[in-house]
């Protein structure tokens, strides 16, 4: 009885056993089938920002490419300098601002003319330009001398301007006939620039006014268009830094 108890036993374990194996197998043989299977294709909107992430990537490529184009091509066209000696002033003048050929690189000595461009002060690309010209100092430019000068061939009527400027006229016969001279109040010394009244023999010409100044033991001397006058001071402040940049 007990021996027939103990093989029902044994038998029931084999069985619990097989039984077991087959489960671990299929289970094996289902993982195996599901490995084997491609991925499922991604959700749209998954799809959509890999699309849009990629097409950012390719768009910060094409930024850095064009960036480094640019400074590359900026550092090939950078402008010569060019020395220059004003009386005892030492400049560095960038050539663009001169006007001349990109081949000419021989020295500047005792007059220095530029083209600059209004109102950025750059080179020159238009007709609205200053023409700008440094010179040693003389007496006869400087603010006391000249308007002394003016003062002898005035008339006595005087009227405002825009930009805070009165304006005189010449008395007719005298050296300065057909001109009007603008000056700065309250006595002259800020501004005083000559224009003609007539600007049609000079209309091939946009620098029509003129106004001369020292600035750091330099004469300047400014032919500018009529008008951008009521803009003197940007225009005479402009020059000034333009020169503080190039002295030595």
Request: contains cysteine; hydrophobic residues 40%.
């Amino acid at each position: 009885m007990t021996a027939s108890l103990s093989q029902d036993s044994l038998s029931q374990d084999s069985l619990s056993q097989e039984h077991s194996a087959q489960l671990a197998a299929d289970l094996a043989a289902m993982v195996r089938s599901r490995l084997r299977r491609p991925p499922p294709p991604l959700p749209r909107a998954d799809s959509a920002l890999v699309k849009a992430a990629f097409a950012i990537m390719l768009l910060a490529a094409a930024a850095t490419g064009l960036g480094l184009y640019a400074t590359h091509k900026g550092s090939e066209t950078e402008t010569t300098l060019q020395p220059a000696r004003i009386g005892n002033s030492v400049l560095i003048v960038p050539q663009d601002l001169t006007g001349a050929e990109a081949d000419d690189s021989s020295r500047l000595v005792g007059m220095v003319r530029l083209r600059l461009g209004w109102p950025d002060l750059g080179p020159a690309q238009n007709r609205n330009r200053l023409l700008v010209t440094l010179s040693p100092p003389d007496k006869v430019n400087e603010p006391a001398t000249q308007l002394a000068v003016y003062a002898r061939f005035l008339t006595p009527t005087v009227w405002s301007n825009p930009g805070g400027l009165v304006v005189r006229g010449f008395r007719k016969g005298s050296p300065y006939e057909g001109d009007e001279l603008y000056v700065s109040v309250p006595d002259g010394r800020g501004f005083a620039a000559r224009c003609p009244l007539d600007t049609t023999a000079g209309a091939a010409l946009d620098e029509l006014c003129r106004v001369t100044f020292r600035h750091r033991g330099i004469d300047v001397n400014i032919r500018f268009p009529r008008g951008i006058i009521a803009d003197w001071e940007l225009m005479i402040g402009g020059v000034r830094r333009t020169i503080d940049s190039m002295l030595r």
